[in-house]
């Protein structure tokens, strides 16, 4: 099944949500950076809260970043998404091993720790948006309520999860978002946290009744009418090409280009989101000095 995006707002309460089934874009992350099953539900949980931020934004073109820096042995998370929520990103860490939680979860928080998220929100603005908080628990999902609701003063619900079959590959993946627009009282917030709590993990509705995305918000937001703004398909995607890599490499200036030239004679770069690699030969990089001292 193709993982995708649905958005929906109430008619009968100021509420929005979005929710996303993403096993296969965290299956595919899991494939190319090798990770174990703390690492892929730990980036899984990152790259589909970047992509439902990425589905949020407004203009073509526009990016957002969600970096994870904390003290656990996963180091830093990284995930970019484009304006449609097609995502990418990587783990420091991909083979960290901890053991299960007492309750038989992996413990994401644990290989997370503490620390900080930032969000850069690339609006094709001369300045992006720059949002830092402080990591709550470091499982991702709470990370994220705690970002919208001091960087962008928004009362959010969010949940994340990611369940890792007993091969390692990902069985299930999904989330949502549930936001409270202006004049929302606490009739509306208590009808929410019933709907949310009713719900339960993400995963077990995935797994056990076979939920897709639109699914979950219908059963997080019973008793709201909700009306279907959009679907949409998303997936991992790279953006990384050679042209992309030679424009880096011109951007080092020429004194770091001809230091690579005479002591390495050429270059070997790997994409950190999705591991293509680039060779460059003495002759190349020769041309790119010429065009960096233009």
């Avoid at 009282?185 to 995935?206: F, H, K, M, S, Y």
């Avoid at 990384?240 to 001809?258: F, I, N, T």
Wanted: aromatic share 4%; charged share 25%.
């Amino acid at each position: 099944m193709m993982d995708e995006i649905i958005r929906v707002i109430a008619k009968n309460a100021p509420a929005k949500a979005m929710a996303i089934t993403g096993r296969a874009l965290t299956e595919r992350a899991r494939q190319i950076h090798k990770t174990l099953p703390v690492a892929t539900a730990a980036l899984g949980r990152c790259l589909m809260a970047c992509s439902m931020m990425g589905d949020q934004l407004k203009g073509a073109g526009s990016s957002v970043t969600m970096r994870f820096k904390g003290d656990g042995p996963l180091g830093s998370l990284t995930a970019v998404a484009d304006d449609e929520g097609n995502v990418r990103g990587y783990v420091q860490n991909p083979a960290v091993l901890l053991p299960l939680k007492e309750n038989g979860k992996l413990d994401v928080g644990g290989a997370v720790g503490r620390g900080t998220l930032t969000v850069i929100k690339d609006l094709d603005m001369k300045e992006p948006y720059v949002g830092m908080v402080p990591l709550v628990s470091g499982e991702i999902a709470e990370d994220v309520t705690e970002y919208f609701a001091v960087s962008e003063q928004i009362p959010t619900a969010c949940a994340l999860g990611v369940l890792v079959d007993t091969d390692q590959s990902v069985l299930r993946a999904g989330g949502y978002l549930i936001q409270l627009l202006p004049g929302a009282d606490d009739a509306v917030i208590d009808r929410v946290e019933a709907g949310v709590q009713a719900l339960g993990p993400v995963t077990a509705a995935l797994l056990e009744e076979g939920m897709d995305a639109e699914g979950l918000l219908r059963r997080a937001l019973a008793g709201f009418d909700l009306e279907i703004l959009e679907r949409r398909p998303v997936e991992y995607r790279c953006y990384c090409s050679r042209e992309r890599v030679a424009r880096a490499l011109v951007s080092m200036g020429p004194g770091e280009l001809k230091s690579l030239i005479e002591e390495q004679g050429g270059a070997e770069l790997t994409c950190q989101f999705c591991d293509a690699v680039y060779q460059f030969s003495r002759e190349e990089l020769t041309a790119l000095l010429e065009r960096a001292g233009r």
